[in-house]
């Protein structure tokens, strides 16, 4: 009950903050800037198109929402939400991860307007193939507590760099546990 | 690209093969080197002005005879000690004084030019029933000599062991350092490096058609982990499937009409089955599990893939429309990236032991009889299988940087693949070249 009682708290929360912050003419942040000549992760606006009519659409059963991800304007780096750091070849959330998730999910409430993107990496061990599917699942899981939190599944997307962009480019476990991460971006519609 | 034609120009006259040569690839053990069928070939008679070239064409021919784990190729010092080169005329080869070197054959061959294009006259004799093996003469279009060599060497084989060799195909992998791979395609000797991509992106895990004439890859070049296919004769790159989430890991189906692809669109990785233009997307697996990495048995039947529904990594089989799913692996570690031998008959993957790093290893297609390949620090992964069976190619850090290196699955003899300077990754070798 007392489970209950929480979420209904946090639904009330949710719809006050979608009132106070999705009044027509609210412009966003401009807090995050991203070098544009970046290749990789959270930066490049490359994607063009003004992403006018490129709504999202509804979620069915517990697929990705179906956003036509090429019409997403500028995306770069959410930085005020933690990144989030997993053990070796596991998508377990960790106890920490579990608290910047819920200090990430109020931040993403504030920002009702956009699609927030769950970037997942691996450190370099693993295959490089299977790597794409592991950064993935921990991408996955991040959103799916996400979800659970309160933001809306309709616009989380994720994407996988798999063992690709590695944060530390060291060969050990120092860089590997910095490695193993979900940072979080926010895309224009 | 078709390259050269070939004309034979003798009676083909297959002699005095050993019974074991009969016998198909797997069955043949190859101990050592020096129970290789024994074989010389000196460098080729010329046209005046083409020794160096000549030179060349004959240390390819030794290479990619040698490669085969099947052959002992003379050293110069083994030759006759009277021996100072050929002439065109094959009919004044000394071949008593080659009988005395213990070789088994000998490989003549004349290089010369016509209209400004290279003729080859080749020949393989056995030394023993004093006969031509096989006869060629080659004229290669320009710039494919190196090919002549390489499918001359192939038809060697296949005259002695009754298996065409692989030298005349192509290696295609991703290359590059961290944050900046491009797809590259060489000959699988390394030579003949052509970069195919140039998307100035993340381009990886590229995977020849049955043909070879197209590669499906996975890029970022467009923000997202999309799949693409290069049309090697056009250049030109198509998207295969832009779906949000995943879209990596294809496979092509054998008749080169459809892939297996990997999406997560449904919020987990799961295995769908698209044609070639990316239309008609049809699931292959449904479970919570991640299920990646699939490969075709060379009949189209069966795919084997990894899942994690059991848990941690292993590799499954299931028909090519997802039913009959049997686990293959059991090497009581993680096991990754599945590819059925083009005779059907092995699996070549990867296991990760905790402290044991990955290695290479193969097994029967029905799961049995697993066995390593590799034994090497640092990570062994990305296993692909030649034309005939015979070897894996698989990119490994054990020298530092990421190569890209072979073994031999009867003798485990590993090599790098030479001349290749840069950082390479997932490879996958193709078929032979016409």
Same mark, same amino acid.
């Given at each position: ?5 929480r ?10 903050a ?8 609210c412009?966003?942040?401009?807090d ?7 290749a990789g ?16 659409e ?17 995306i770069?780096?959410?930085?005020t ?11 377990a959330l ?5 608290e910047?998730l819920?200090?990430?999910?109020e931040?993403?409430?504030q920002l ?7 970037e997942?990496?691996?450190d370099?061990?693993?295959t490089?193939e ?11 899981a991040a ?7 309160g933001?809306?599944?309709?616009r989380i997307?994720t ?6 962009f590695?944060a ?5 476990e120092a860089?590997?546990?910095?490695n193993?991460?979900?940072?979080f971006n926010?895309?224009e519609? | 690209?078709r ?7 003798g009676?083909?006259?297959v ?12 069955d ?5 080197r020096e ?10 008679a ?5 020794e ?7 240390a ?7 490669f085969t ?6 050293l ?21 004084a ?7 054959f ?7 030019q016509?209209d400004?294009?290279?003729?080859v ?11 031509t093996?096989?006869?060629?003469r080659m ?7 190196h ?8 038809e ?8 065409p060799?692989?030298?005349s ?7 590059g350092p ?6 590259y395609v060489?000959?699988?000797?390394g030579?003949?490096?052509v970069q ?7 381009s990886?895990? #590229?995977q020849? %058609? +049955? &043909? $070879? *004439?197209? /590669? @499906? !890859? =996975?890029?970022?070049?467009d ?17 295969l ?9 294809p ?9 297996a692809?990997?999406?997560?669109k449904?919020?987990?990785a799961?295995?769908?089955?698209v044609?070639r233009?990316?239309?008609?997307p ?9 299920d990646?990495s699939?490969s ?12 994690e529904?059991a ?9 090519a429309?997802?039913s009959g ?8 570690g993680?096991?990754?990236d #599945?590819?059925? %031998? +083009? &005779? $059907? *008959?092995s /699996? @070549? !993957? =990867?296991?990760?032991r ?12 029905d799961?049995k ?5 590799t ?9 692909s299988?030649?034309?005939d ?5 698989f990119?490994?850090?054990r020298?530092g940087?990421?190569a890209l ?6 003798s485990?003899e590993?090599?790098?693949v ?5 950082p390479?990754?997932g ?8």
């Amino acid at each position: 009950m007392k489970r209950h009682a929480r979420w209904t708290l946090v639904l009330a929360t949710l719809c006050v903050a979608v009132l106070l912050v999705a009044t027509p003419g609210c412009k966003r942040g401009k807090d995050a800037t991203i070098d544009p000549s970046m290749a990789g992760p959270g930066g490049g606006d490359a994607g063009g198109g003004s992403g006018a009519g490129s709504g999202v659409e509804a979620t069915t059963g517990t697929g990705l929402p179906g956003v036509d991800v090429e019409k997403l304007g500028k995306i770069e780096r959410l930085k005020t939400a933690g990144t989030i750091y997993f053990d070796f070849d596991s998508s377990a959330l960790r106890p920490d991860a579990r608290e910047t998730l819920k200090q990430n999910a109020e931040i993403m409430k504030q920002l009702p307007d956009v699609i927030i993107q769950v970037e997942g990496h691996c450190d370099e061990r693993g295959t490089q193939e299977y790597n794409l599917a592991l950064g993935e699942r921990r991408a996955l899981a991040a959103r799916d507590f996400l979800v659970k939190l309160g933001v809306s599944g309709d616009r989380i997307i994720t994407i996988s760099y798999g063992e690709e962009f590695p944060a530390d480019p060291g060969h050990d476990e120092a860089a590997w546990g910095k490695n193993r991460r979900a940072v979080f971006n926010k895309a224009e519609k | 690209m078709r390259a050269i034609c070939l004309i034979v120009v003798g009676a083909i006259l297959v002699l005095g093969i050993p019974a074991w040569a009969q016998e198909t690839v797997s069955d043949v053990v190859v101990k050592g080197r020096e129970e290789g069928i024994a074989i010389a070939v000196p460098p080729f008679a010329t046209a005046p002005g083409l020794e160096a070239l000549g030179q060349k064409m004959a240390a390819l021919l030794r290479y990619d005879l040698d490669f085969t784990g099947l052959f002992t190729v003379l050293l110069p010092h083994q030759y006759p000690p009277d021996f100072v080169g050929f002439t065109s005329d094959a009919a004044q080869i000394d071949f008593d004084a080659w009988r005395a070197t213990n070789a088994e054959f000998l490989v003549h061959c004349y290089l010369y030019q016509e209209d400004g294009a290279y003729l080859v006259d080749c020949r393989l004799f056995d030394l023993y029933a004093a006969q031509t093996v096989v006869g060629v003469r080659m004229k290669p279009e320009a710039g494919s000599l190196h090919l002549a060599g390489h499918q001359f060497s192939e038809e060697i084989v296949r005259a002695l062991t009754g298996v065409p060799g692989v030298a005349s195909s192509q290696l295609c992998f991703s290359g590059g350092p961290t944050g900046s791979k491009e797809i590259y395609v060489s000959d699988y000797d390394g030579v003949n490096l052509v970069q195919v991509t140039k998307h100035n992106s993340v381009s990886i895990l #590229p995977q020849f %058609s +049955p &043909d $070879g *004439r197209k /590669i @499906a !890859y =996975v890029s970022f070049k467009d923000r997202f982990p999309f799949l693409y296919i290069l049309d090697l004769d056009t250049g030109s790159s198509v998207p295969l499937s832009k779906s949000v989430g995943l879209n990596v890991a294809p496979a092509w189906a054998p008749d080169g009409k459809r892939l297996a692809i990997v999406l997560s669109k449904d919020a987990n990785a799961e295995i769908y089955l698209v044609n070639r233009d990316g239309s008609n997307p049809r699931r292959l697996t449904d479970n919570r599990a991640m299920d990646t990495s699939p490969s075709f048995h060379p009949d189209g039947s069966r795919i084997a893939f990894v899942s994690e529904r059991a848990g941690s990594a292993q590799i499954y089989a299931m028909n090519a429309d997802g039913s009959g799913v049997t686990r293959l692996s059991y090497q009581g570690g993680r096991s990754y990236d #599945p590819a059925w %031998s +083009p &005779d $059907g *008959r092995s /699996i @070549a !993957y =990867v296991v990760e032991r905790r402290g044991e790093g990955l290695e290479i290893y193969m097994m029967d297609a029905d799961g049995k009889n697993p066995r390593r390949l590799t034994a090497s620090p640092g990570s062994n992964e990305s296993p692909s299988w030649s034309p005939d069976s015979r070897h894996v190619v698989f990119a490994s850090t054990r020298t530092g940087t990421t190569a890209l290196w072979t073994v031999n699955v009867a003798s485990l003899e590993a090599r790098r693949v030479p001349a290749l300077d840069l950082p390479c990754q997932g490879p996958d070798w193709g078929p032979r070249r016409k």
